[in-house]
Protein backbone atom coordinates (compact mmCIF):
# COMPACT_ATOMS: atom_id res chain seq x y z
CA UNK A 1 0.00 0.00 0.00
CA UNK A 2 2.75 2.42 0.40
CA UNK A 3 3.92 2.55 -3.02
CA UNK A 4 0.38 4.66 -3.21
CA UNK A 5 1.47 7.63 -1.53
CA UNK A 6 5.20 9.04 -3.14
CA UNK A 7 4.79 12.16 -2.41
CA UNK A 8 5.54 11.34 0.77
CA UNK A 9 9.25 10.68 2.29
CA UNK A 10 9.67 7.12 2.34
CA UNK A 11 9.57 6.86 6.00
CA UNK A 12 6.13 8.75 5.96
CA UNK A 13 4.71 6.48 3.80
CA UNK A 14 4.42 3.66 6.21
CA UNK A 15 2.68 6.24 8.78
CA UNK A 16 0.16 6.69 5.90
CA UNK A 17 -0.90 3.70 6.08
CA UNK A 18 -1.92 3.80 9.59
CA UNK A 19 -5.26 4.45 11.32
CA UNK A 20 -6.37 7.89 11.54
CA UNK A 21 -6.08 8.26 14.60
CA UNK A 22 -2.19 7.34 15.11
CA UNK A 23 -1.46 9.37 11.99
CA UNK A 24 -2.97 12.30 13.95
CA UNK A 25 -0.63 11.44 17.02
CA UNK A 26 2.22 11.16 14.73
CA UNK A 27 1.76 14.58 13.32
CA UNK A 28 1.24 15.80 16.95
CA UNK A 29 4.66 14.92 17.67
CA UNK A 30 8.05 16.70 17.10
CA UNK A 31 9.85 16.04 14.01
CA UNK A 32 12.78 17.37 12.50
CA UNK A 33 13.11 18.98 9.29
CA UNK A 34 16.47 19.80 7.57
CA UNK A 35 16.80 23.54 6.28
CA UNK A 36 19.45 25.60 5.19
CA UNK A 37 20.32 27.81 7.99
CA UNK A 38 19.91 24.59 10.52
CA UNK A 39 22.35 22.82 8.53
CA UNK A 40 24.60 25.78 8.67
CA UNK A 41 24.05 25.50 12.68
CA UNK A 42 24.49 22.20 12.94
CA UNK A 43 27.73 22.62 10.84
CA UNK A 44 29.07 25.28 13.43
CA UNK A 45 28.37 22.74 16.13
CA UNK A 46 30.37 20.49 14.16
CA UNK A 47 33.36 22.56 14.00
CA UNK A 48 33.59 22.98 17.60
CA UNK A 49 33.38 19.53 18.79
CA UNK A 50 36.58 18.36 16.45
CA UNK A 51 38.32 21.84 17.39
CA UNK A 52 41.92 21.32 18.96
CA UNK A 53 42.56 21.81 22.14
CA UNK A 54 44.27 25.63 23.32
CA UNK A 55 43.95 28.27 25.76
CA UNK A 56 41.20 29.96 24.29
CA UNK A 57 38.83 27.74 23.12
CA UNK A 58 36.37 29.68 20.07
CA UNK A 59 32.82 29.71 21.41
CA UNK A 60 29.29 30.16 19.81
CA UNK A 61 26.10 32.24 20.35
CA UNK A 62 22.99 30.81 18.68
CA UNK A 63 20.32 33.69 18.80
CA UNK A 64 16.64 33.51 17.44
CA UNK A 65 13.18 34.76 18.92
CA UNK A 66 11.30 32.12 20.85
CA UNK A 67 9.99 29.57 18.78
CA UNK A 68 12.28 29.40 16.12
CA UNK A 69 14.26 26.01 16.34
CA UNK A 70 17.10 27.11 18.58
CA UNK A 71 16.52 24.10 20.96
CA UNK A 72 15.89 21.43 18.69
CA UNK A 73 18.71 22.08 16.98
CA UNK A 74 21.03 21.42 19.77
CA UNK A 75 18.68 18.33 20.70
CA UNK A 76 19.28 16.79 17.07
CA UNK A 77 23.16 17.33 17.50
CA UNK A 78 23.39 15.89 20.99
CA UNK A 79 21.37 12.80 19.47
CA UNK A 80 24.00 12.93 16.47
CA UNK A 81 26.73 12.42 19.41
CA UNK A 82 25.78 10.20 22.04
CA UNK A 83 27.32 9.37 24.97
CA UNK A 84 29.45 5.97 25.55
CA UNK A 85 30.92 4.18 27.82
CA UNK A 86 34.28 3.34 28.35
CA UNK A 87 34.86 -0.35 29.51
CA UNK A 88 38.45 0.03 29.87
CA UNK A 89 38.42 3.17 32.13
CA UNK A 90 35.25 2.62 33.65
CA UNK A 91 33.89 6.01 32.61
CA UNK A 92 31.36 7.32 30.30
CA UNK A 93 32.28 9.82 27.52
CA UNK A 94 29.59 12.11 27.17
CA UNK A 95 30.41 14.61 23.42
CA UNK A 96 27.94 17.16 23.73
CA UNK A 97 26.17 18.37 27.63
CA UNK A 98 23.54 20.58 27.38
CA UNK A 99 22.23 22.42 30.19
CA UNK A 100 19.15 24.37 31.08
CA UNK A 101 20.00 27.82 32.53
CA UNK A 102 18.69 28.74 35.88
CA UNK A 103 16.49 31.12 36.44
CA UNK A 104 18.87 33.71 37.48
CA UNK A 105 22.76 33.73 37.64
CA UNK A 106 22.70 31.51 40.25
CA UNK A 107 26.21 29.22 40.88
CA UNK A 108 25.93 26.96 43.07
CA UNK A 109 21.93 26.30 41.57
CA UNK A 110 23.78 25.84 38.03
CA UNK A 111 26.70 23.31 38.84
CA UNK A 112 24.17 21.46 40.69
CA UNK A 113 22.12 21.70 37.42
CA UNK A 114 25.15 20.32 35.39
CA UNK A 115 25.88 17.52 37.61
CA UNK A 116 22.42 16.15 36.93
CA UNK A 117 22.60 16.43 33.66
CA UNK A 118 25.65 13.95 33.55
CA UNK A 119 23.95 12.14 36.33
CA UNK A 120 26.09 12.67 38.98
CA UNK A 121 24.06 12.77 42.53
CA UNK A 122 24.06 16.04 44.57
CA UNK A 123 26.16 16.18 47.36
CA UNK A 124 24.60 17.20 50.61
CA UNK A 125 25.17 20.49 52.16
CA UNK A 126 27.47 21.37 49.38
CA UNK A 127 29.82 24.53 49.41
CA UNK A 128 29.99 26.16 45.95
CA UNK A 129 33.55 24.91 46.17
CA UNK A 130 32.65 21.69 46.83
CA UNK A 131 30.38 22.14 44.23
CA UNK A 132 32.77 23.57 41.99
CA UNK A 133 35.63 20.95 42.83
CA UNK A 134 33.35 17.90 41.99
CA UNK A 135 32.01 19.29 39.01
CA UNK A 136 34.87 20.13 37.40
CA UNK A 137 36.44 16.69 38.43
CA UNK A 138 34.06 15.16 36.48
CA UNK A 139 33.42 16.84 33.88
CA UNK A 140 37.58 15.97 33.41
CA UNK A 141 37.09 12.32 33.14
CA UNK A 142 33.80 12.76 31.20
CA UNK A 143 35.80 14.90 28.68
CA UNK A 144 32.93 16.57 27.06
CA UNK A 145 33.50 18.58 23.40
CA UNK A 146 30.94 20.88 23.85
CA UNK A 147 29.04 22.44 26.88
CA UNK A 148 25.77 23.93 25.69
CA UNK A 149 23.91 26.22 28.13
CA UNK A 150 20.38 26.90 26.64
CA UNK A 151 18.06 29.63 27.76
CA UNK A 152 21.16 31.82 28.62
CA UNK A 153 19.02 34.89 28.31
CA UNK A 154 17.86 33.72 31.94
CA UNK A 155 20.86 35.40 32.58
CA UNK A 156 19.28 38.58 33.02
CA UNK A 157 17.01 38.12 35.73
CA UNK A 158 19.55 39.09 38.26
CA UNK A 159 21.97 42.00 38.93
CA UNK A 160 25.07 43.28 37.02
CA UNK A 161 27.03 42.09 39.82
CA UNK A 162 25.29 38.30 39.62
CA UNK A 163 25.72 38.07 35.71
CA UNK A 164 29.21 39.20 36.06
CA UNK A 165 30.09 36.90 38.34
CA UNK A 166 28.68 33.90 36.57
CA UNK A 167 29.87 35.06 33.35
CA UNK A 168 33.47 34.82 35.36
CA UNK A 169 32.46 31.04 36.22
CA UNK A 170 31.63 30.12 32.63
CA UNK A 171 34.86 31.57 31.67
CA UNK A 172 36.56 29.73 34.15
CA UNK A 173 34.62 26.43 32.80
CA UNK A 174 35.89 27.04 29.24
CA UNK A 175 39.46 28.29 30.47
CA UNK A 176 40.11 24.88 32.71
CA UNK A 177 38.62 22.26 30.60
CA UNK A 178 39.61 23.75 27.04
CA UNK A 179 36.26 23.21 25.99
CA UNK A 180 34.47 25.34 23.91
CA UNK A 181 30.71 26.56 25.40
CA UNK A 182 27.50 27.28 23.09
CA UNK A 183 25.58 29.71 24.26
CA UNK A 184 21.67 29.52 23.38
CA UNK A 185 18.93 32.15 23.88
CA UNK A 186 16.86 35.02 22.36
CA UNK A 187 18.22 39.10 21.76
CA UNK A 188 18.69 39.49 25.20
CA UNK A 189 21.13 36.58 25.51
CA UNK A 190 23.50 38.41 23.25
CA UNK A 191 23.15 41.55 25.52
CA UNK A 192 23.83 39.32 28.68
CA UNK A 193 27.24 38.14 27.36
CA UNK A 194 28.25 42.05 26.53
CA UNK A 195 28.45 42.85 30.28
CA UNK A 196 32.01 40.39 29.89
CA UNK A 197 34.37 42.19 27.29
CA UNK A 198 36.46 39.11 27.54
CA UNK A 199 34.16 36.59 26.91
CA UNK A 200 32.32 38.10 24.25
CA UNK A 201 35.10 38.18 22.36
CA UNK A 202 35.23 34.34 22.10
CA UNK A 203 31.93 33.89 20.62
CA UNK A 204 30.86 34.22 17.15
CA UNK A 205 26.90 34.70 16.72
CA UNK A 206 24.23 32.96 15.09
CA UNK A 207 21.35 33.80 13.92
CA UNK A 208 17.95 32.09 13.12
CA UNK A 209 15.98 35.38 12.09
CA UNK A 210 12.21 34.44 11.30
CA UNK A 211 11.19 33.05 8.23
CA UNK A 212 10.60 35.44 4.77
CA UNK A 213 8.18 34.00 1.87
CA UNK A 214 11.52 32.82 -0.28
CA UNK A 215 12.96 30.05 -1.80
CA UNK A 216 14.20 28.59 1.65
CA UNK A 217 10.89 29.05 3.05
CA UNK A 218 9.03 27.35 0.18
CA UNK A 219 11.85 24.36 0.14
CA UNK A 220 10.79 24.17 4.62
CA UNK A 221 7.06 23.60 3.59
CA UNK A 222 7.93 21.23 0.73
CA UNK A 223 9.69 19.26 2.80
CA UNK A 224 7.43 19.42 5.70
CA UNK A 225 4.54 18.76 3.64
CA UNK A 226 6.61 15.17 3.04
CA UNK A 227 6.71 14.22 5.89
CA UNK A 228 2.62 14.79 6.95
CA UNK A 229 1.07 11.58 6.62
CA UNK A 230 -1.38 13.02 4.14
CA UNK A 231 -2.32 10.40 1.65
CA UNK A 232 -2.92 12.28 -1.49
CA UNK A 233 -0.53 15.28 -2.28
CA UNK A 234 -0.83 18.92 -1.08
CA UNK A 235 -1.00 21.96 -2.50
CA UNK A 236 1.73 24.71 -2.75
CA UNK A 237 0.83 28.02 -3.86
CA UNK A 238 2.27 31.43 -3.58
CA UNK A 239 -0.61 33.06 -1.91
CA UNK A 240 -0.59 30.09 0.44
CA UNK A 241 2.81 30.60 1.28
CA UNK A 242 2.69 34.32 2.20
CA UNK A 243 -0.27 33.30 4.53
CA UNK A 244 1.46 30.81 6.37
CA UNK A 245 4.34 33.73 6.94
CA UNK A 246 1.82 36.02 7.81
CA UNK A 247 -0.07 34.33 9.61
CA UNK A 248 2.95 32.69 11.89
CA UNK A 249 5.33 35.93 11.94
CA UNK A 250 7.91 33.59 10.28
CA UNK A 251 8.21 31.65 13.48
CA UNK A 252 9.08 27.92 12.98
CA UNK A 253 7.17 26.80 15.81
CA UNK A 254 4.16 28.28 14.79
CA UNK A 255 4.83 27.45 11.04
CA UNK A 256 4.90 23.84 12.12
CA UNK A 257 1.94 23.94 14.32
CA UNK A 258 -0.17 25.37 11.98
CA UNK A 259 1.01 23.12 9.14
CA UNK A 260 0.16 20.19 11.68
CA UNK A 261 -3.20 21.22 12.55
CA UNK A 262 -4.40 21.75 8.43
CA UNK A 263 -2.73 18.44 8.41
CA UNK A 264 -4.77 16.82 11.21
CA UNK A 265 -8.45 18.63 10.37
CA UNK A 266 -7.68 17.15 6.58
CA UNK A 267 -7.32 13.60 8.06
CA UNK A 268 -11.00 14.03 10.20
CA UNK A 269 -12.46 15.77 7.46
CA UNK A 270 -11.35 12.37 4.79
CA UNK A 271 -10.07 15.28 2.49
CA UNK A 272 -6.29 13.87 2.94
CA UNK A 273 -4.64 16.84 2.05
CA UNK A 274 -3.63 20.15 2.45
CA UNK A 275 -5.19 22.77 0.12
CA UNK A 276 -5.12 26.35 -0.77
CA UNK A 277 -8.17 27.67 0.31
CA UNK A 278 -7.54 26.39 4.08
CA UNK A 279 -4.80 28.52 4.24
CA UNK A 280 -6.15 31.35 2.16
CA UNK A 281 -9.50 31.60 4.51
CA UNK A 282 -8.73 33.45 7.54
CA UNK A 283 -11.51 32.51 9.51
CA UNK A 284 -10.20 28.86 9.03
CA UNK A 285 -7.02 29.92 10.64
CA UNK A 286 -8.22 31.68 13.44
CA UNK A 287 -10.61 28.69 14.27
CA UNK A 288 -7.65 26.62 14.48
CA UNK A 289 -5.46 28.24 16.06
CA UNK A 290 -8.24 29.68 19.12
CA UNK A 291 -8.30 33.17 21.05
CA UNK A 292 -5.06 34.24 22.08
CA UNK A 293 -4.14 34.25 25.83
Known amino acids: MTEDFEHLFP ?30 ALQKLEELIVFPQRARMPNLLIVGASGMGKTMIVEKFSRDHPSSFDAVTGCMHMPVIVVQMVSGP ?3 RFYKRLLAAIGAPEPPRATLSVLENLTLRLLSEIRPGLLVIDEVHSLQAGSVREQTRFLNMLRFLGNELRISLVCVGTQQARNALRTDDQLVRRFEAFALPPWQNDADFGGLIGSLQRTLPLRRPSEISEPMLKRLVETTGGITAGIFSLMGMLAAAAIESGEERIVAHDVADKRNILALLGEPV
Not at 12 to 40: C, G, H, K, T
Open 106 to 108: DEA
Open 11 to 40: ASRQVAALSAEERIRRIRADRWINYPRAEQ
